[in-house]
């Protein structure tokens, strides 16, 4: 035990590493990099290369390379996108921005698949449960992994305080701020005054030794799987072609239930993508200066991942209905407050009011779909989830596109109008279930599909 433990804490802590950085940058994008949209569009170009990879390198490169190595150079892919914010161009974050969404797929899918052996590799010698050591070994994962977006939001925040190009925010620049903004940096005295670049420079700096050491950690001390060779084989054997995979994922909607389940996986995307490209932009930055950006999603990270916990935990008692109710009641308050509120320095307080509110919601979103999915297409799992994948994916794509293009309030009524259809589709969903099974009500199904199945953002 204590050697495989050692390797799901190496994992554990270069992941933890690894996005420290990139939750991190990902959070200031907008903000950070709003010339020209450039951010938000790397952002999107991301997510897209993310859902090509997807599809088609995981198998490939764990085949070649072996796990160990796939995430080594996996995570060397989001080295190159912080070193690409060194110096933020077209030229330099475009095409690093595919290489991170390129790198992202076969990480995620290497690290599952060296927890899962690994699992499987202990049990069989310790005599006990396969599935029980590898929920164990994910739970230790996610312990760990889950406080990177506090880390990497901290950091921006401590950093950017620091700044010496604080600003007093006139009122004529608040009123753009909000809803209603004017779509121009040349009205928004805080984005003039933003960081200088030393700060930049000092925050990049620690973003990149920061995945340096992720890469170092799992090279150096995590221990390629050679004992269990055979075993790896039978997992590689265990995935689908390219093409059989490519096939399985379009051929699954032809259940009607997933095409019902569209709306909700992307409003999915549409809602964290709102909060981390408009609401840090327009709300955030605007009026108080993008040194509060960090503060202000520590606030969402920490309540996500609590309601994470907690809503996994009680949703066997409540059902997922009830709970699926609860975060489309919160995101319509949210969405509602936000198009009335004008937000103003000497209300801080309401600046975290929403991303906790929105973290709630998130929480619920996100256990609750993965759940979703892994019950309702318990036989066609692979296809359903990576559907899930691509779904969620184009609504990132969406959410961060069109950032620059439209104004919030716009936005705002598109979150709600995807909203309002993504749970018209979803009673329809669980009004088939209902009526194809009326003696097993949904509710009392087993809603158990692993704690790996939230993973879903990068």
């Known amino acids: 035990m204590e050697r495989n433990l050692k390797n799901v804490l190496v994992i554990s802590f270069g992941f933890l590493l690894l996005f420290t950085a990139y939750g991190g940058l990902q959070s200031l994008q907008s903000s950070l990099n709003s010339e020209e949209g450039l951010g938000v569009a790397s952002l999107s170009v991301l997510y897209a290369a993310l859902i090509i990879s997807s599809m088609f390198l995981p ?120 809803a209603h903004d004017c779509m121009s940096e040349t009205t928004n005295a805080t984005a003039s005054a933003g960081p200088s670049e030393s700060l930049k420079y000092t925050l990049l700096g620690i973003y990149t030794a920061s995945g340096v050491l992720a890469v170092l950690l799992i090279v150096i001390f995590l221990d390629q799987i050679k004992s269990d060779q055979a075993e790896t084989e039978k997992e590689i054997q265990k995935t689908p072609s390219l093409w059989s995979t490519f096939l399985a994922t379009f051929q699954h909607l032809k259940d009607k239930r997933q095409c019902l389940l569209i709306p909700l996986t992307v409003y999915s995307g549409l809602e964290q993508g709102f909060l981390a490209g408009d609401y840090t932009k327009t709300y955030v930055t605007c009026a108080l200066g993008i040194h509060y950006v960090g503060y202000v999603m520590i606030c969402f990270s920490a309540v996500n991942s609590l309601c ?78 990576a559907n899930y994948r691509l779904w969620e994916s184009c609504g990132f794509v969406i959410a961060f596109g069109y950032s620059t293009t439209l104004q919030v309030y716009i936005k705002l009524y598109i979150l709600l109008a995807v909203l309002v ?38």
């Open 421 to 458: 259809l993504s749970m018209v589709t979803y009673g329809v969903v669980e009004y088939m279930e209902v009526k194809s099974s009326p003696g097993t009500p949904t509710a009392t199904k087993k809603e158990n599909v692993g704690p790996h199945t939230q993973e879903t953002t990068m």
């Open 59 to 178: 198998p490939i490169l764990i085949k070649k390379l072996g796990c160990k190595w796939t995430i080594a150079g996996s995570m060397c892919c989001y080295i190159a996108f912080s070193l690409g914010n060194f110096y933020a161009s077209w030229y330099t974050l475009i095409p690093t921005s595919v290489i991170l969404g390129l790198g992202g797929a076969p990480l995620w899918s290497a690290k599952c698949t060296y927890l899962t052996i690994a699992g499987n590799s202990y049990a069989e010698k310790a005599g006990k449960n396969g599935k029980d050591i590898i929920n164990q070994y994910f739970g230790v994962f996610f312990l760990i992994f889950q406080s990177s977006g506090i880390w990497g939001n901290l950091i921006s925040s401590l950093i950017f305080s620091q700044s010496s190009n604080k600003v007093e925010i006139s009122e004529e620049s608040l009123a753009c701020c909000g």
């Open 308 to 385: 994470s916990l907690l809503f996994g935990k009680i949703s066997q008692f409540t059902g997922r209905k009830l709970l699926f109710a609860l975060a489309t009641v919160t995101n319509i308050a949210c969405i509602i407050a936000l198009l009335l509120w004008k937000p103003h320095p000497n209300q801080l307080v309401v600046f975290f009011i929403f991303p906790a509110l929105w973290g709630i919601s998130d929480a619920i979103w996100q256990t609750q779909t993965n759940g979703l999915y892994g019950v309702l297409f318990e036989k066609n799992k692979e296809a359903a989830f």
